[in-house]
């Protein structure tokens, strides 16, 4: 990371320095929550939210959280699961389903929120929504789009080879059943 100052990974378990297998001079951990960044306002150029929104107890606090401590200009780079993507990401709790790897139940996903809700164990996206939500907390959203699917559960092998070459050759895609993850970057303009 030569062309920053300082990267800090922050995360609600902590990780020490002599844990860092990384061992970078300018790269550390702090333990903290989402919802009360151990950060002063206005004093991050980048936060990074990768496959974090849809844990936390309240999305709108936790973006007004990353928002006050980003430095008015800085910028905002999230990811979070698609709806559209044709299996429950973060597994399900649907009776008879057990059988299947980490709960991975297809369509379970496409269920109306107020069912969805009930049986996931996460919270998940449509770009809309996602768009919805960042305006809300004043962020201005500069591109939105879909990441396809890293295919990293299948074992190497003709099929993932297939797939790999034909229908998930690129790391972006337009088809949203195609995308495991939507993405956002998003910048706070000063006030």
């Known amino acids: 990371m030569p062309h920053c100052d300082l990267v800090v990974g922050c ?21 903290g ?12 150029d980048i936060v990074t939210a990768f496959e974090v ?28 699961p698609n709806k559209w993507w044709i299996f429950e990401t973060h597994g399900a709790v649907v ?20 069912i969805h809700d009930r049986i ?3 919270r998940i ?3 809309r929504n996602l768009y919805r939500i960042l305006e809300s907390a004043d962020f201005k959203v500069l591109k939105t789009g879909y990441i396809t699917a890293p295919l990293d559960v299948l074992p190497a092998g003709i099929l993932k080879r297939i797939l790999r070459s034909n229908i998930f050759k690129n790391d972006v895609t337009e088809n949203p059943i195609l995308a495991v993850n939507l993405y956002a970057a998003a910048q706070k303009f000063g006030d």
Not at 33 to 44: G, R, T
Not at 95 to 114: D, E, Q, T
């Open 11 to 31: 995360d609600l378990i902590h990780l020490s320095q002599t844990e860092d297998p990384l061992q970078i001079n300018n790269f550390s951990f702090v333990q």
């Open 33 to 44: 929550s989402a919802l009360n960044l151990p950060f002063e306002d206005e004093s991050v």
């Open 53 to 80: 929104l849809e844990h936390v107890p309240n999305e709108f606090s936790t973006l007004q959280e990353i928002y006050r401590v980003l430095n008015p200009g800085g910028y905002f780079l999230i990811t979070v």
């Open 95 to 114: 009776p008879g389903f057990n059988w299947l790897p980490w709960n991975r139940i297809p369509f379970v996903s496409w269920l109306p929120a107020n």
């Open 120 to 122: 996931a164990r996460a």
């Open 125 to 127: 996206y449509t770009a």
